[in-house]
Every structure is written in C-alpha cells, then in structure tokens.
C-alpha cells in the first residue's frame, strides 16, 4: 500500500489544476533524448538455416522481402555523398573506404568520424545506420532516403539545433529491426557482446520455436498464422506493425517476450487515441498498418478473414507490387466492378491506397492501408483525449496499462488528455501492484507533474528501490528533488543515474541544467568535461567547454 503522505498528495493532485514546473522541463530534456522516433518498420533473416533445408523455396523468397533484407552490415553497394542540415549548420560527410563506411560530421570548428556497424532498412523507402559506442548502440543523424535517392536528417531529428550520434538505440526498437538482440537488463540502449544472438529476423519470429517441428515434421509442431485464430493470426504482425499512441509491457515481460501462437495482449498493451469525431484520425504514422486496416470498409466487412497475408507473402516478393495487391482486390470483387474499373484492375493500389508523408517517417511516403473506396485527402488530424486499448485488457491489469500510458502521454503533442486522468486510473489499483516499477514511476512522475511532488517523491524513491538499475527513473527521481528546491539530492541522484548509463547524453545534460539554474556554471561545465570523458567525440560538450574557457562564461 501507499503511505498516507502518498495518498494525500494522490487526493490532493487528482482534485487540482495543471501547472508547469522545473520538473516539467528537465523531463522534457530527457525525455526528447531518450525519444527513439520509429526507425523503419521489420529486419532482416539470417536465411534460418534450420528451415532451409525443407522450406528453401520459403526462405529464398523470404530473403528477397523488405523484411528479409531490412539489417545488414554495411558493404560496398551503401551509399555515400553530404548533406548540410541549416537549422544547426552541421555537414554530413558519408564515405567508404576499405575499412567500411564511415559518416563524419563537422560543426562549429569541431569535427568526428564514426564507422558504421549496422544499416537499418531494406532501402525500398530508407536506410538508417547504427554505431557502437563501447557497449552501446546510437543512431546516426543521417538517413539515406531511397526513393528521393538522397540524403536528409533522420525521422524526428530535421529541427535540432545540435545534431549529433546522440539518440539511444532501444531494444523495443531493435526487437523489430533485427532477430535478436541481447540488451543488458535495465539498460536504456547498451548490449552485451556481441549485440545479436541473430542479426536478421528468423522464421521463428512468426512461427515459433521450431525444435519440434524439427524433431516431428508436422502442420501441428508449429505455428502457421494463417490457419490460426483471428487474434493470435493478427498479434504475429501487430508485434511490429502497430504501435499506437502508446505500448505498454505487461509486469515481468520485455519486447522480446512476445511468443507467436499467443495474443499479444498476454506481453504488451497498445493503445491508440479515441476521436472525438467520426470523421477525424489520429497522426498517420509509418507503423500503423494494422489500425489503418482496421479503418477499412474491406476488413469491417470480411469477418475478420481479411488480414495482412490476404494481400502481403512473407515469403516471396513479387516483381511487380501493385498487380500482385490488385490481384487480391479481383479476387473479392470480381464480377462487382464497372467495365471502366475492370480496365484499371492491374492496378487498384494507386487509387484506393496511395501513399502518404507520415509523420514519423523523415522524407519517406508510406502506404496508407485504409483501403479507401473513393481516393481523398486524410481525414482531419486531432489530438485524442482518450485512449483505447486496442485488445482490451480486463480487470487491474487494463487498468494499470491505461493509467501508465496516459501519464507518458500527458504531455505528448500527439494527445490530448491529462495527468490527472491517469492518476485516478492508477489509485483504482496500487494495492494490486504495490512493488511495480513502472507503475510506481508513473505515479511519481505524474503526482510530480500535477503539483504534489513531495508524494511523487515518495514513490519515485520505491520505483528506484525496486529497479535500481533503471537510469530514467532516477532522472524522474531527480526531477522530484529539484521541484522541492533540493538541488544536492537531485544533483547526487543524475549521477548516480550517470553511474549506471555513462555514455547516454542526456543525463550529463540534465546535470549541466541543474548546476546552470542553481548558478554553479563551474558545476556545469565540470558536466559537460565529465561527459567528454566518456564520448570525446561529441561536439556539443566540446562547444561548450570552449566558450566557458575563452570568456569565463557558460552559455
């Protein structure tokens, strides 16, 4: 249970009004730090030699898909030029050379080369490129757009002021951009050596594990979703290809829990916004595939036969894609179409399903999958004030999913409902998860965020003792402590934060905040130096330390 003080501070938030605060504003740094915007969408195979030998057709075809070609390492094919990004006036330099691709940045005076490990993406819209630093993985600031054959900033970073290989590479990313990677527990994006137990996705990601089958070659020793039930059919492609609003993991489970024959509702919540108005959807995003189809007047009608594999094979990748789709569409409508549509039909796609800028996409147009009878522009865009599990959870467990989504949500430009709203589904079930660490750090932030944060306080510190190896929690911690004008609790709190994440930025940058507002700018630049220390590389921190040296000053 909550202490009383907890619970007063939980009365008392729930029944107020909203305000900003410091907190409010050093979370936000962190929080955009730690924002790993959609890399792209699936991963590739590593031709799942344990299948081949019966299913080679299978896996030939397999390795051909989008999917199967979406994590490589970088070869002498990758492309190479510059890019200038104006809004910080950084200059991107891509190159190859016998020791494989490098991307090199230079800003300011300053400059740094980062060979590159890993490319992200078939290259059918994009390729994004993946460093090690130490034990960590980060994302270049570059992406390669393919069908605009250049390139640009990476999804979410063209507005940054100070661009750099900053951006944290998440397993729950890369649980969906590779086969398996091996992320050390608790960590934001560190991995053990090597990162990946399988580079590329297998056949076991849609099939389950296959000892079995192999042992007693059958229809019934593995998982075909095609002949499973709608939700466990449906879960094997939602894993990565629906997003929502907002994903949630159940207690005790990781993005990489998921098992194939199981609804994904048994790993993770998904939650997308609720309009207002019948006609208004939310933000189109890359990885929404399945809630567009859902939109469908196709699906709505087919009885839940219609699916991703009634139009998309896993397992081949045809030469011409819109005659292959439009093929799908003959064969429900035949018969039904006009003598001018039956002349069109090799391609139905251009019309009823063009492509579309996302908005968490860069320069890439994806597919709208909204199958839309007369073609039109995209419904008017709203913030949402109400979550919607997408596969409903009964009991304490929705509504702790729902409380946590809510509070990460609340002050999100993409929603529009408050801290408060998640409180109040929070109290409902504390007594069911009194030692839950995330749902602990929900609450803490949000009675933090809702003004009450000596009770945020109080629980940040449980969240802390019950995973204290988990940095953002002790930024949230931290937060709590400066909102209560101790800036000694908060300062020792990001470095223990530090401690545990040495090479994640946006701790160092938290620290260098608090020192600035408590007027300590040797503290600051001491931040910024210490993060030096570990990532000479970054040209931010150099900035910094120059200008504090040349004028006794710190921006």
Not at 194 to 213: K, L, M, Q, W, Y
Not at 253 to 278: I, K, M, N
Not at 449 to 457: F, Q
Not at 464 to 475: E, G, K, N, S, T
Request: charged share 25%; proline share 7%.
């Amino acid at each position: 249970m909550f202490d009383a003080y907890t619970c007063r501070s939980l009365e008392s938030a729930l029944s107020g009004t909203p305000r900003d605060s410091r907190a409010n504003g050093l979370l936000a740094t962190v929080r955009t730090a730690i924002a790993t915007a959609a890399l792209i969408a699936s991963l590739p195979v590593d031709a799942s030699d344990r299948c081949v030998g019966c299913h080679p057709d299978e896996v030939d075809g397999y390795l051909n898909t989008g999917m199967g070609r979406s994590l490589a390492r970088p070869d002498s094919a990758q492309p190479t030029g510059t890019y200038h990004h104006g809004p910080s006036d950084t200059r991107f330099e891509i190159e190859l050379s016998d020791g494989g691709m490098v991307h090199r940045i230079r800003r300011g005076g300053f400059e740094a080369s980062y060979g590159i490990d890993y490319v992200v993406g078939s290259g059918n819209a994009a390729r994004g490129y993946l460093v090690r630093v130490g034990n960590a993985v980060f994302q270049s600031p570059v992406t390669f757009y393919s069908a605009e054959g250049r390139w640009g900033m990476a999804p979410g970073m063209e507005g940054l002021t100070d661009p750099d290989f900053t951006r944290p590479v998440t397993a729950e990313c890369l649980w969906c951009h590779a086969g398996k990677p091996r992320p050390i527990a608790g960590s934001v994006n560190r991995y053990r050596s090597p990162v990946f137990e399988a580079e590329a996705i297998s056949c076991d990601r849609c099939h389950g594990p296959s000892d079995a089958h192999l042992d007693s070659p059958a229809a019934t020793t593995i998982f075909n979703p095609a002949k499973a039930p709608p939700r466990q059919r449906d879960s094997v492609c939602e894993q990565c290809h629906l997003a929502g609003l907002a994903r949630v993991l159940n207690p005790g489970q990781t993005f990489g829990s998921f098992e194939p024959g199981r609804p994904l509702e048994d790993f993770w919540a998904v939650f997308v916004g609720a309009p207002e108005r019948p006609d208004a959807r939310g933000r189109f995003q890359v990885v929404s595939h399945v809630e567009q189809l859902a939109l469908s007047r196709c699906a709505q009608r087919s009885g839940e036969s219609l699916w991703c594999g009634s139009c998309h094979d896993p397992h081949s990748a045809p030469e011409r894609p819109k005659r292959s789709i439009s093929g799908k569409c003959v064969e429900c409508h035949k018969g039904k179409l006009d003598a001018k549509h039956e002349s069109l039909a090799d391609d139905c796609v251009t019309c009823h399903m063009p492509q579309r800028q996302s908005h968490d996409s860069g320069h890439s147009a994806f597919t709208d999958h909204r199958i839309m009878r007369r073609p039109a522009a995209h419904p008017p865009s709203e913030r949402p004030r109400r979550l919607l599990a997408w596969a409903p959870q009964d009991g304490p467990l929705g509504k702790r999913n729902l409380g946590i989504a809510t509070i990460r949500l609340a002050r999100s430009e993409a929603f529009a409902g408050d801290v408060y709203e998640g409180l109040t589904v929070l109290a409902e079930v504390t007594s069911e998860f009194e030692e839950d660490p995330a749902l602990l750090e929900a609450m803490g932030t949000g009675l933090v965020l809702a003004g009450s944060p000596r009770g945020g306080l109080l629980a940040l510190q449980r969240a802390v003792q019950a995973a204290p190896d988990r940095a953002l929690y002790r930024h949230s911690l931290a937060a709590a402590w400066w909102e209560l004008d101790n800036a000694k609790e908060a300062i020792d709190e990001i470095n223990r934060a530090i401690d545990r994440e040495p090479l994640l930025e946006s701790g160092y940058h938290m620290l260098a905040r608090v020192h600035l507002a408590s007027g300590n700018r040797t503290g600051a630049r001491v931040a910024w130096a210490s993060l030096l220390g570990q990532r000479r590389r970054l040209i931010l921190p150099r900035l910094q330390v120059r200008y504090a040296v040349e004028t006794g000053r710190f921006p």
